[in-house]
Nanobody, 127 residues
Framework: QVQLVETGGGLVQAGGSLRLSCAASGRTFGSYTMGWFRQVPGKEREFVAAITRSSSGIYYLDSVKGRFTVSRDNANNTLYLQMNRLTPEDTAVYYC????????????????????WGQGTQVTVSS
């Protein structure tokens, strides 16, 4: 009953920044942990960041700690990913996702625990 739409991807030079947004429809947004994942051709989908429903738990892939910031605005049904100091290794399609279980952050880094996905937005970082 919830739909997710990512925006904000594009082409950026190494060292630059992008801010991704994920707009959610539906009244249940505030009850769910949400996550960001990324995927490149030939590789499995990779966890990037997750945030619990009240922002009390925030988790990151080690390689993006200190560079990426995940946040959410439950009143406006929006999830964000601020990405700074981007490198070519960050190039991927980025997806936002809604955890399948309300009020749960169990296995927040496992894409199999997420039940709703956006269409993805391409991030390309040039050297």
């Amino acid at each position: 009953q919830v739909q997710l739409v990512e925006t904000g991807g594009g082409l950026v030079q190494a060292g630059g920044s992008l801010r991704l947004s994920c707009a959610a429809s539906g009244r249940t947004f505030g009850s769910y942990t949400m996550g960001w994942f990324r995927q490149v051709p030939g590789k499995e989908r990779e966890f990037v960041a997750a945030i619990t429903r009240s922002s009390s738990g925030i988790y990151y892939l080690d390689s993006v700690k200190g560079r990426f910031t995940v946040s959410r605005d439950n009143a406006n049904n929006t999830l964000y990913l601020q990405m700074n100091r981007l490198t070519p290794e960050d190039t991927a399609v980025y997806y936002c996702a809604l955890h399948a279980s309300a009020r749960s952050a169990l296995h927040y880094n496992d894409p199999r625990q997420y039940g709703t996905w956006g269409q993805g937005t391409q991030v390309t970082v040039s050297s």
